[in-house]
């Protein structure tokens, strides 16, 4: 069964631009989960997205949105980019079953640079 | 809330010695606990979890790991380091069957030969 995998690897973009991130989990896997990893701030959560509907959101200004597809595939859009946005965005996908456990699998992450 | 602390954001150890890394845990409601590993330019990768039952938890590539509750701990262990073990260590707590992972700031393991 194919892992998560998570398009493009790696990107650089301008302060002030937009951008958007792809993520397609784990074929039968329905929650879509996206984190931040940054040295200063280590691994943060982003939201949760469950049957095309967001379950759960961290604390990040509005300018990170998401959206999940009939087909549980997930993307996140960054406006406006910052410097300080520059990070590894990392998504995992879970079964999500009710009552299940929490397992989360890891993409490989794209990498984002803000210059 | 869940918090996540690990001790020491940094371990050396020698090939072929313990392993320990150090992680307690904060939590209102019986969690759901974590460790996962992750690689130079990679994802994590889940190396073993923790729900109820036995508290000793077995993973892969030999780690294991005791959940204590009354210490609020989830120490990861593997009783012989080797080289290719090096990489950073993330514990992570979840009160829920869904949603959000807490991490810990991790703790980059090197083995030396």
């Known amino acids: 069964k194919a892992g998560v995998t998570q398009t493009p690897r790696y990107l650089i973009k301008t302060r002030g631009q937009q951008v958007t991130l792809s993520c397609s989990p784990i074929s039968g896997h329905r929650s879509v989960s996206w984190y931040q990893q940054t040295p200063g701030q280590g691994l943060q959560f982003l939201f949760e997205?469950?049957?095309?509907?967001?379950?759960n959101k961290g604390n990040f200004p509005g300018r990170f949105s998401g959206r999940q597809f009939s087909n549980s595939r997930s993307e996140m859009n960054v406006s406006t980019l910052e410097l300080g946005d520059s990070a590894l965005y990392l998504c995992a996908s879970s079964l999500a079953t009710s009552g299940g456990l929490n397992e989360q699998f890891f993409g490989p992450g794209t990498r984002l640079t803000v210059l | 809330a869940q918090s996540v602390t690990q001790l020491g954001s940094h371990v050396s150890v020698s090939e072929g010695a313990l392993v320990l890394l150090r992680c307690n845990y904060s939590s209102s409601v019986p969690p759901y606990l974590f460790w996962y590993v992750q690689y130079p330019n990679q994802g994590l990768q889940l190396l073993l979890k923790?729900?109820?039952?036995?508290?000793l938890v077995k993973g892969i590539n030999g780690f294991e790991a005791e959940f204590k509750k009354s210490e609020t701990s989830f120490h990861l262990t593997k009783p012989s380091a080797h080289m290719s073990d090096a990489a950073e260590y993330f514990c992570?707590?979840?009160?829920?069957?869904?949603?959000?992972?807490?991490f810990g700031q991790g703790t980059i393991l090197t083995v030396h030969p």
């Open positions: 923790y729900t109820t039952g036995a508290t």
């Open positions: 997205y469950f049957s095309e509907t967001q379950r």
């Open positions: 992570a707590v979840s009160v829920s069957s869904y949603g959000k992972l807490t």
